[in-house]
């Protein structure tokens, strides 16, 4: 799969983070943003539940955003982050 990155300058959201199963593990990741004037976020994620690499590009309505995996139809839920000690 092709990495795209964007102009950093062009986002209005960017993260790129691991993402934990269900006891806390660290098996998933996600790159996930949206390019300004879009309406669509680009996603590549790696699903922390069943492991199925993803790339696409979808839309959220609403904070936080849930990506569903399409291979084992859990939602991941891009929380806040939290200042970390
Ligand atoms: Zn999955």
């Known amino acids: 799969m092709a990495m795209k990155y964007p102009e950093i300058d062009n986002t209005n959201y960017f993260t790129n983070r691991a993402l934990f199963n269900k006891e806390g593990e660290k098996t998933g990741k996600i790159l996930m943003y949206r390019e300004k004037g879009k309406e669509e976020f680009y996603l590549r994620m790696k699903c922390p539940f069943c492991g199925h ?26 929380s806040k982050l939290k200042s970390q000690k």
């Open 53 to 78: 690499m993803q790339e696409r590009e979808e839309a959220f309505e609403k904070k936080p955003y849930r990506p569903v995996c399409e291979e084992c139809g859990k939602k991941v839920v891009i």
